[in-house]
């Protein structure tokens, strides 16, 4: 069974940094074509695709909300991914989480589709904050 499990959230001063991980069970990466994509919910908002990385399609992706300000890796010994964020505001505050696909597809080259992400994590809050 396919497990997320997100942490690192936290509050932050604006301008400051953040690492979300997101330790993935049921299968191995490095053995795996998969899509994780990393989306975020506000209070009152909609929830939207932060970044995802896609390699069964070759693909990395980023909102243009984040781009230069965030960067997906992965670390296979783990099994683990990460979303690093920099020079974070008060509109970045929101429940963070991370999710993956059954077909391996669902990040592009224009974004995430939710549709096809069938496993989520629980979240993780980030709060923006002086």
């Known amino acids: 069974q396919v497990q997320l499990v997100e942490s690192g959230g936290g509050l932050v001063q604006p301008g400051g940094s953040l690492r979300l991980s997101c330790v993935v069970s049921?299968?191995?990466?490095?053995?795996?074509?998969?899509?994780i994509g990393w989306f975020r919910q506000a209070p009152g908002k909609g929830r939207e695709g932060v970044a995802c990385?896609?390699?069964?399609?070759?693909?990395?992706y980023y909102a243009d909300s984040m781009k230069g300000r965030s960067t997906i890796s992965v670390d296979n010994a783990k099994n683990t991914v990460y979303l690093q964020l920099n020079n974070l505001q008060s509109e970045d505050t929101a429940v963070y989480s991370c999710?993956?696909?059954?077909?391996?597809?669902?990040?592009?080259?224009?974004?995430?589709?939710?549709?096809?992400?069938?496993?989520w994590g629980q979240g993780t809050q980030v709060t923006v904050s002086p």
């Open positions: 999710a993956t696909t059954d077909s391996g597809y669902g990040c592009y080259a224009r974004g995430s589709r939710q549709s096809d992400y069938d496993y």
């Open positions: 990385i896609g390699v069964k399609a070759g693909n990395t």
């Open positions: 049921g299968y191995t990466l490095d053995l795996a074509y998969y899509s």
